[in-house]
């Protein structure tokens, strides 16, 4: 069996609402995704924001700019 996030892999959509301003919050993609031109292509133990357990997640507010980091558990498939 294999642990995959089930936003990366649209299993799952994100409902949240930004906190400031009432608007939907955007998936921005998984943080380790920002760390360079080819870190979504790395291998996943020599990122800094790895773990075991969960994926962690940009979120964004299109309206307002707010923007946090959720942690989501892997799903086994």
Do not use: W
Request: net charge negative; proline share 8%.
């Amino acid at each position: 069996m294999e642990k995959i996030c089930p936003l990366c892999n649209a299993l799952q959509q994100i409902t949240a609402k930004c906190p400031q301003c009432g608007a939907a919050l955007v998936d921005g993609g998984a943080v380790n995704s920002y760390l360079g031109p080819y870190s979504p292509y790395m291998d996943t133990q020599c990122l800094p924001f790895t773990s075991e357990d969960y994926c962690l997640h940009l979120l964004y507010c299109p309206v307002c700019q707010y923007d946090t980091r959720i942690q989501l558990a892997f799903v086994m498939i």
